[in-house]
């Protein structure tokens, strides 16, 4: 037996070289995938969490990107 998780809502990441990643939020739960990542990160209690987790897993110096519900 699967069993499959729907997603509510997507905010996608743009930065200035492009999407650099994604945030969907299933139930009260948020998780992070940046462009490239096998597995989601988190998960997060709110949108401004995992905003500011993608943020960070960027690295040092990285721009904080547009997010923007898709």
Request: hydrophobic share 40%.
């Given at each position: 037996m699967s069993m499959s998780t729907e997603m509510e809502q997507t905010w996608v990441a743009a930065g200035p070289a492009g999407?650099?990643?994604?945030?969907?939020r299933t139930g009260e739960a948020f998780h992070v995938r940046l462009?490239?990542?096998?597995?989601?990160?988190g998960?997060?209690?709110s949108l401004d969490?995992?905003?500011r987790a993608l943020h960070a897993a960027l690295g040092p110096g990285a721009e904080r990107p547009d997010f923007r519900e898709h």
């Amino acid at each position: 037996m699967s069993m499959s998780t729907e997603m509510e809502q997507t905010w996608v990441a743009a930065g200035p070289a492009g999407t650099v990643g994604s945030i969907h939020r299933t139930g009260e739960a948020f998780h992070v995938r940046l462009r490239g990542d096998a597995e989601a990160r988190g998960p997060f209690d709110s949108l401004d969490v995992a905003k500011r987790a993608l943020h960070a897993a960027l690295g040092p110096g990285a721009e904080r990107p547009d997010f923007r519900e898709h």
